[in-house]
C-alpha cells in the first residue's frame, strides 16, 4: 500500500535513506552521508511530501518530493529491491505532478537507467557542491 507518510514513520524512513544512499553511491565516503542524515531528517523531509510503500506492516521504500516537481528521494530498502516498488512509488508521484525533475549523480548508472525506463532524460550536467561529483539534472518527459 502507498500512503503519505506519517511522524511514527520517520525512524523507519531514515532507516532506508541512509542503508540504500550508502549501497548506492559507494564513491562518496560514508561520512558525508552520516554528516547529513540530521539534515535529511530534521529539514529535507519536513519540507517535502513524502509517500511510502508499506507491506505487511514494514515500510519498504519511500519518494519525497519538494513543490509537486522535484523528487528529492525515492530509495527502496536494500532487500526489498528489485521488486517494482520503485517503480510504483514513482508512479504514484506521477499521478499528482505535471511536471517532475530530479538530480542524479552521474556514478549511478543503476539509477540512471531506471530513471530513464521511466521516462527521464538528462537536461543538464553540474557539479554538486557539497559532496564535490557531478550529477544530472533529469526530467520526465511525457507528462
Do not use: C
Amino acid at each position: 500500500m502507498i500512503r503519505k507518510m506519517r511522524d511514527t514513520d520517520i525512524e523507519a524512513v531514515m532507516e532506508i535513506w541512509f542503508s540504500s544512499t550508502v549501497k548506492a553511491h559507494p564513491f562518496i565516503d560514508v561520512a558525508y552521508w552520516e554528516k547529513n542524515y540530521s539534515l535529511v531528517k530534521n529539514e529535507y523531509l519536513p519540507q517535502s511530501q513524502t509517500l511510502v510503500f508499506e507491506e505487511d506492516n514494514i515500510i519498504k521504500g519511500f519518494i519525497s518530493v519538494i513543490d509537486n516537481s522535484f523528487i528529492g528521494a525515492l530509495f527502496i530498502s536494500p532487500e526489498f529491491q528489485g521488486h517494482g516498488l520503485g517503480r510504483k512509488l514513482l508512479e504514484a508521484i506521477s499521478s499528482q505532478s505535471k511536471e517532475l525533475t530530479l538530480a542524479v549523480y552521474a556514478d549511478n548508472q543503476q539509477a540512471i537507467s531506471f530513471y530513464k525506463k521511466m521516462g527521464f532524460e538528462i537536461i543538464h550536467h553540474q557539479l554538486d557542491a557539497s559532496s564535490g561529483k557531478f550529477e544530472y539534472l533529469m526530467k520526465k518527459k511525457d507528462l
